[in-house]
């Protein structure tokens, strides 16, 4: 399993609607020459997708998704790959200006592809999907949703940090102990 | 393959547990970081982003899974730095004392069995760094046996506070100019 985090400056609700709009993902899927939705129940999602990237494939893909927080796919046909399936976890970033997406790919190509070379491939296709994602949001700007818990969420200074001491010098008889970040320093005067 | 260490801290497992979570400020101690930032929080989940300090180069992203007080594990997931998981064990003992312990795992790869340099962290160095760091937290820590506190600079939410022979003076932002 292989995974990736992807900033995106659009807030979670948008990406969202992006991920799950499974139709389009020809506009900015990397490879992908086709995607159609064959059937659709609640959250859940069969698609027929074509992607075209090292060697065209052509297979079944179910999502199941988690409104705003997360969409979960797995091959559910396909010749070309013995497992596909991973899933986008959305966070609403910490700096409240946009979306991390957490990404994870798993694929299984059989016994005659190395393990290391898959990890490869899935760096790979997971780093130029955030790109893509990335692109795609940027030329085509969504209205501006943000997500509730954006919204709620308090801003990194609002965080309260227990005092905390720098320096410290302290005199004593013989000198000076000096204490900065951690460290003790003893300064003697001559006369010691 | 792991690398496991341990130190005992004079200070309640919150303490520490606090400082592992605060991932804006781990450039403040760890030896190996450059720059810090959280980038998400979902719960018990976070992501964050750490620019590695040279030799290292690049950002270090990574996955971290927390158990309030107990546990911080990070696995990474992006960037050029050999370890695959680490893992920041608290344990909380008696009478306000508290023992953690880092454990660092390395990523497969060939070079393993190479007689190279493994590039990992010293597991011991980032623990006495956090006790360093810890120790900015507890009074006594700096207080010294006997003798007479003269300056204390301390940083509090409020802003920077210093006490100068038992006097506070709170602490304000200069304007931008030449230096006196």
């Known amino acids: 399993m292989i995974k990736s985090a992807i900033q995106v400056q659009a807030p979670k609700n948008n990406v969202y609607t992006i991920l799950t709009d499974f139709s389009r993902y020809k506009e900015w899927v990397p490879g992908c020459e086709s995607c159609a939705v064959t059937s659709q129940s609640g959250n859940v999602c069969d698609t027929q997708i074509v992607i075209n990237s090292m060697k065209r494939m052509e297979m079944g893909l179910r999502f199941d998704s988690e409104p705003v927080h997360s969409i979960k796919f797995r091959m559910t046909k396909g010749k070309e790959l013995k497992a596909y399936a991973g899933t986008y976890r959305l966070m609403d970033s910490a700096d409240g200006l946009g979306t991390v997406v957490l990404a994870e790919l798993d694929i299984d190509a059989g016994f005659m592809v190395p393990k290391f070379m898959v990890d490869k491939i899935c760096n790979k296709l997971l780093d130029d999907t955030g790109t893509a994602l990335r692109k795609y949001i940027s030329s085509a700007p969504m209205k501006a949703a943000p997500s509730p818990a954006a919204e709620k969420a308090p801003s990194p200074e609002a965080k309260r940090r227990p005092v905390k001491r720098l320096l410290s010098v302290v005199q004593t008889a013989v000198g000076y102990k000096i204490w900065v970040m951690g460290q003790t320093y003893t300064v003697k005067s001559e006369q010691g | ?180």
């Open chain 2, 1 to 180: 393959m792991a690398k496991r260490s341990s130190i005992a801290l004079p200070c309640k497992a919150e303490l520490p547990y606090s400082v592992l979570t605060d991932y804006d400020q781990y450039a403040e101690w760890l030896p190996l970081v450059k720059s810090s930032k959280l980038l998400a929080t979902e719960g018990d989940l976070s992501v964050a982003e750490f620019e590695l300090r040279p030799p290292r180069k690049g950002k270090w992203v990574v996955e971290c899974i927390h158990t309030r007080d107990q546990m911080v594990l990070w696995r990474t997931i992006g960037g050029e730095i050999p370890i695959a998981q680490l893992q920041w064990d608290i344990e909380g003992g008696q009478s306000g004392q508290s023992q953690v312990s880092l454990t660092l795992e390395k990523k497969s790869s060939w070079r393993n069995f190479l007689p190279l340099p493994s590039g990992m962290p010293d597991a011991g160095k980032c623990l006495a760094a956090l006790q360093r760091q810890i120790s900015s937290f507890l009074p006594e820590a700096a207080a010294g046996d006997g003798g007479e506190k003269i300056l204390d600079l301390v940083e509090t939410s409020q802003g920077f506070v210093c006490w100068i022979r038992g006097k506070k003076y709170v602490m304000t932002p200069a304007p931008e100019g030449p230096r006196d």
